[in-house]
C-alpha cells in the first residue's frame, strides 16, 4: 500500500523568500511521485514529476524537488517565493507495477505569501 | 492538444435531490478517467475511476455512481443528495499502460442544502 505525508498543513513565508513544503511517502515499489498546485477555486495543475530519473527534478514557475529514497522524502522548494505562488500544494505517490495509475494524494499544504 | 471540461462550474442542490455532473476531454483517445471529491480543509479522495466505456471502478462506498457512455465523456450521479456530498469534484484524464501524469479538470463546486 502507498501513503504519502504532508508534514505542514500551512507554510507561510515572506516574498523573496525560500519556500520549503516538506512531504514523506511510503511505497511498496519503485515510487512514482508528483506535486501538484491549486489555485483558489481552480483545477490542479502539475508541478513536477519524478519518474525513476534524474533524482532532483525542475518543475514550472521556479519550483524543484529532490528524490530521497533513504529518506522517503519528495520535498519541494523554491529560492525565492512570489506572491503568485500562494495556493495549495498537494504531493502525490503513485506505486510502479500497480496495474493503473491510480494515485494517493496528501492532505494538502497551503503556502500563504507575506508581502 | 489535450483539453478537459467540467459542467456546470457551481451546484446549489436541496437534499434529496438528484445530480449529474459531467466531464469530457477532447484530443486523446481511450483516456483514463477519474473523479475525485475534494472536501473541505482536505486532501483529494479518488471516487471512481474508469479504463474504458461502460468500466467503472468504485473507490469508496457513496451515495454516488459514475458512468462512461462514451469514450471521452465521465458522468458523476446520485439519485438523493446528502448534505455530506458537499465538496469540490474534480475530473481527470490519463494515458493508459503505465504510470502517467493525469490532468485534471476545473472542477464542479457542489453545495447541497
New interface residues.
Partial sequence: AQSVTQLDSHVSVSEGTPVLLRCNYSSSYSPSLFWYVQHPNKGLQLLLKYTSAATLVKGINGFEAEFKKSETSFHLTKPSAHMSDAAEYFCVVSDLGFGNEKLTFGTGTRLTIIP | SQTIH?WPATLVQPVGSPLSLECTVEGTSNP?LYW?RQAAG?????LF?S?GIGQISSEVPQNLSASRPQDRQFILSSKKLLLSDSGFY?C?W?V?G??????????T?LLVL
Fill in positions: 467540467q483514463n475525485y482536505r486532501g483529494l479522495q479518488l475511476y479504463v474534480l481527470a490519463s493508459g503505465g504510470i502517467e501524469t493525469q490532468y485534471f479538470g476545473p472542477g463546486r
